[in-house]
């Protein structure tokens, strides 16, 4: 399978814990995006890099938040003193500048689940 | 900022053929995307549109026009399979090119 891939699929844990999550893109992809959503929602912009670079973070994205791509290719997720409302899908894309740029391809997701 | 609306839920039926509208506002338009994504799945691609008309693939085709911030998505001869959501996203390149996107219209289609 060539796809994007995530890991966990699940997580579940307790308030106040820090989970992190990663995201393998597309080999030959040099962008990769991560996105939050929540039920009944559309997937909600968080960051993204291209290669290693992160060139964008949305501004509802809280100092709990952090995210690496240390050599270009996975990228972590870390989610700090997580809390109730931290409980969300969080999908990884990817894509590849050139022609074919604008088609970002989703991962599974991560479903986490704070109590 | 950037506003996309999308109605929340739409019923069809088997067979027929449904228009799903999409409406955005955006500061720097770059693209108009629509994703299909089934309960519990990721949202996969269906189509792109950056310049105003038409385009067709298979039994989906995408209609845009950047004067009036408005798409839409025309899904034929409906299957049960396609019963999913539909989520409309704008790429602004004031933004980093990052995707935003609107609430995503469930569609349910009956026998």
């Known amino acids: 399978d060539t796809g994007v891939s995530q890991d966990p699929r699940h997580k579940i844990t307790k308030r106040g814990q820090n989970v992190t999550f990663r995201c393998d893109p597309i080999s030959e992809h040099n962008r990769l995006y991560w996105y939050r959503q929540t039920l009944g929602q559309g997937p909600e912009f968080l960051t993204y890099f291209q290669n290693e670079a992160q060139l964008e973070k949305s501004r509802l994205l809280s100092d709990r938040f952090s995210a690496e791509r240390p050599k270009g290719s996975f990228s972590t997720l870390e989610i700090q003193r997580t809390e109730q409302g931290d409980s969300a899908m969080y999908l990884c894309?990817?894509?590849?500048?050139?022609?074919?740029?604008?088609?970002?391809?989703f991962g599974p997701g991560t479903r986490l689940t704070v109590t | 900022g950037q506003n996309i609306d999308q109605p929340t839920e739409m019923t069809a039926t088997e067979g027929a053929i449904v228009q799903i509208n999409c409406t955005y506002q955006t500061s720097g338009f770059n693209g108009l995307f629509w994703y299909q994504q089934h309960a519990g799945e990721a949202p996969t691609f269906l189509s792109y549109?950056?310049?105003?008309g038409l385009e067709e693939k298979g039994r989906f085709s995408s209609f845009l026009s950047r004067s009036k911030g408005y798409s839409y998505l025309l899904l034929k001869e409906l299957q049960m399979k396609d019963s999913a959501s539909y989520l409309c996203a704008v790429r602004d390149s004031n933004a980093g090119n990052m995707l935003t996107f609107g609430g995503g219209t469930r569609l349910m289609v009956k026998p």
């Open positions: 549109n950056v310049l105003d």
């Open positions: 894309a990817s894509s590849s500048l050139g022609q074919s740029s604008y088609e970002q391809y």
